[in-house]
């Protein structure tokens, strides 16, 4: 009935949250990173976070790359600015679209399945047959994952730059009108090199938020199928809004004057 005694156990449970994903971290980067290695993990967790995340993302950024020309060409012709279309959209792409939208849509597909599959292993004691044959679940299943995620990322990223300013390419040239080539060279002169490494900075950044997430709701899912189904929300949830909470502390960051 007290109001304040809900606020006050909301509180205490968000700090003590917050108290077991710090030590989990810990563990993830003091055991899971730390030697030995098991590169046949790596290369099947690239293989699921990067590969197959590949569809979804050029998808999302070649359509998103479109309607940000769209958007941008409407807007810019109040002002007779319609040159600048090409140039704000490379910009955009590079800079925040690309590596957020993909962090978001990996968030969804990757982090969810990490937690799933975890949470499996969590509920059916298959983390606990692991110890007993010497392996420990934080080198052979978080470490993996946590790589797999940091490099995997910035190439998709990459690619989904591409594919997102070529979107905005063919919306440009065969909606809009503009010339293939002055749009081309617009878009060549006016992006920098910074441009396109900052995003790769946000993009490892992301990968290791949504392999931590999906590992660290893994790792506490309890209560069988019901209890996996909501690490799976949890992980989808949280690593979306640790995304966007860390794009703005990278702007902020890499873009200070």
Do not use: W
Not at 23 to 33: E, K, Q
Not at 53 to 66: H, M, N
Not at 84 to 93: C, P
């Amino acid at each position: 009935m007290n109001p304040l005694a809900h606020i006050g156990r909301a509180v205490l449970h968000l700090l003590a949250e917050i108290g077991r994903l710090a030590l989990f971290l810990r563990d993830a980067l003091v055991i899971g990173l730390l030697p030995r290695y098991y590169p046949r993990q790596l290369l099947v967790q690239m293989l699921r976070m990067g590969y197959h995340s590949l569809p979804v993302i050029g998808l999302t950024a070649f359509f998103t790359g479109g309607v940000l020309a769209l958007q941008i060409y409407i807007g810019s012709s109040r002002f007779n600015a319609e040159n600048l279309v090409s140039s704000i959209v490379a910009l955009g792409i590079a800079r925040e679209l690309g590596p957020v939208l993909a962090g978001l849509m990996m968030a969804g597909r990757v982090s969810a399945a990490i937690a799933a599959e975890i949470g499996t292993m969590k509920v059916t004691e298959q983390l606990d047959a692991l110890r007993t044959l010497a392996t420990h679940p934080m080198k052979y299943l978080v470490g993996p994952r946590l790589l797999a995620g940091v490099i995997t990322l910035p190439l998709l990223v990459l690619v989904a730059d591409i594919i997102g300013i070529m979107g905005g390419f063919v919306v440009g040239t065969q909606k809009l009108g503009f010339n293939a080539g002055s749009y081309l060279a617009n878009t060549v002169n006016f992006l920098k090199l910074e441009d396109v490494t900052s995003g790769l900075i946000k993009a490892a950044v992301f990968g290791f938020i949504i392999a931590l997430m999906g590992c660290y709701h893994g790792f506490h899912s309890r209560g069988g199928a019901q209890g996996v189904g909501r690490a799976t929300t949890n992980a989808v949830v949280s690593a979306s809004i640790l995304i966007l909470a860390a794009n703005y502390v990278l702007t902020a960051t890499l873009f200070a004057d």
